[in-house]
């Protein structure tokens, strides 16, 4: 997307490892964020997500950390397995009034070496 | 409860043709929003509809309309197919509540414009 993007466009680790994806939002109102995890073929899979009052949420081998300062998101992964291999996209939400949006970043390629 | 789904999987359509993607969400689940995935563009987002009205649209040409049933159902059209029209459409279900935004997309419908 034009206004979340991401630091690595592909990561690779190895099968065991902790992995962690960046990203950096642009706008500073967003108050709601989220990771997806898109495997090939298949929409997006909703994995965890986090509002700007919080700085740190931790869901089952994932954890997500908020930096409002500098505007930038991590999804770590405990313990990466062969199945964690998949694109991994963080997503910023803003409301005005009613409505609400979501823009997507573009997304970092994770690989999982046997 | 079942999931997003989206009919049909596949399309291939000529140029200048038009085109209608369907999409039924999650049972009780009153917002659908639509995305368009390139390999180029990523995710973008294409409108969202809550109780059959359009909430907010994203920067697509007029080409591009949806609508939503009293059953929550959605369509989206596309008029007058382009090349670039190729793409992954996704859709996304929600509860739309104030205080969470988590959506659950389907499989996506695979358009091809020749």
């Known amino acids: 997307g034009e206004n979340v993007g991401l630091h690595l466009p592909t990561l690779s680790v190895q099968e065991g490892d902790n992995s962690i994806i960046n990203c950096a939002y642009s706008?500073?109102?967003?108050?709601?964020f989220i990771w997806y995890k898109q495997e090939s073929g298949k929409g997006p899979q909703f994995i965890i997500d986090?509002?700007?009052?919080?700085d740190k949420r931790q869901g089952q081998r994932v954890t997500v950390l908020l930096n409002k300062t500098v505007k930038h998101l991590s999804l770590q992964i405990a313990a990466t397995q062969p199945g964690d291999s998949a694109v991994y996209f963080c997503?910023?939400?803003?409301?005005?009034?009613?409505?609400?949006?979501?823009?997507f970043g573009s997304g970092t390629q994770l690989t999982v070496l046997p | 409860k079942a999931g997003v789904t989206q009919t049909p999987r596949y399309l291939i359509k000529t140029r200048g043709q038009q085109v209608t993607l369907s999409c039924s969400p999650i049972?009780?689940?009153?917002?659908v929003s639509w995305y368009q995935q390139t390999p180029g563009q990523g995710l973008q987002f294409l409108f969202e509809?809550?109780?059959?009205?359009?909430?907010n649209k994203g920067n697509f040409p007029g080409r591009f309309s949806g609508r939503q049933f009293s059953n929550s159902r959605s369509e989206m059209n596309v008029s007058t197919l382009e090349l670039g029209d190729s793409a992954l459409y996704l859709c996304?279900?929600?509860?739309?509540?104030?205080?969470?935004?988590?959506?659950?997309f389907g499989p996506g419908t695979r358009l091809t414009v020749t």
């Open positions: 996304a279900s929600s509860l739309r509540t104030l205080s969470s935004y988590e959506q659950y």
């Open positions: 706008n500073s109102a967003s108050d709601y």
């Open positions: 986090i509002r700007s009052n919080m």
């Open positions: 997503a910023e939400n803003f409301s005005s009034g009613s409505a609400r949006q979501l823009t």
């Open positions: 049972s009780g689940h009153r917002s």
């Open positions: 509809y809550f109780s059959e009205t359009q909430r």
